[in-house]
T-cell receptor, first 113, second 116 residues
């Protein structure tokens, strides 16, 4: 059962363009929605995260938009750079002793120079 | 701090052999997560520990997989006997109580396992 659905599977964007990755979740108990960035040969690293009490969070060129009623959230990368080329995972977690993360399937982003 | 350290980085073995993957937590961290990453299934949580105690192993695929924390800073994931379908990248991640409160897990670089 895939609790967090992510799309697209891959994305190619020109330098300076906007990259948009979408995720949808099913479990309304989720209350924390992080995005992880993974470079080849490396483990995922936390990029940005949001809680459902806000509709948007921005950190530099990275913005999360959150739609609680639609149970969807998305990552926007403004002014995309070749160095942003990586795999991006959305995730969700719910209250609990260890905050288990349920990951989306990942999006491989390529930013062309 | 050097971060979460996993070894080996790459492992190639033959079907039926025992494989042991190792993970050293970040100093002071007390939660440990093992994940498996494949193209087909993405990142899957296998098991997690709090204070050396396994809390949830429902993600462990079958009895051939076992994980231990012999001490507070070290964990092993063992596959015996290994099968070609176990080929994947295995990550461990650690966290502390304060980091978990912020929902942050720190991942190692992973072990790429190939079972021939």
């Amino acid at each position: 059962q895939q609790q967090v659905k992510q799309s697209p599977q891959s994305l190619i964007v020109q330098k300076g363009g906007i990259s948009i990755i979408n995720c949808a979740y099913e479990n309304t108990a989720f209350d924390y929605f992080p995005w992880y960035q993974q470079f080849p040969g490396k483990g995922p690293a936390l990029l940005i995260a949001i809680r459902p009490d806000v509709s948007e969070k921005k950190e530099g060129r990275f913005t999360i938009s959150f739609n609680k009623s639609a149970k969807q959230f998305s990552l926007h990368i403004m002014d995309s750079q070749p160095g942003d080329s990586a795999t991006y995972f959305c995730a969700a977690s719910k209250p609990g002793s260890a905050r288990q993360l349920t990951f989306g399937s990942g999006t491989q982003l390529t930013v062309l120079p | 701090d050097a971060g979460v350290i996993q070894s080996p980085r790459h492992e190639v073995t033959e079907m039926g052999q025992e494989v042991t993957l190792r993970c050293k937590l970040i100093s002071g961290h007390n939660s440990l997560f093992w994940y498996r990453q494949t193209m087909m299934r993405g990142l899957e949580l296998l098991i997690y520990f709090n204070n050396n105690v396994p809390i949830d192993d429902s993600g462990m695929p079958e009895d051939r997989f076992s994980a231990k924390m012999p001490n507070a800073s070290f964990s092993t994931l063992k596959i015996q006997p290994s099968e070609p379908r176990d080929s994947a990248v295995y990550f461990c991640a650690s966290s502390s109580w304060t980091a978990l409160a912020k929902n942050i897990q720190y991942f190692g670089a992973g072990t790429r396992l190939s079972v021939l």
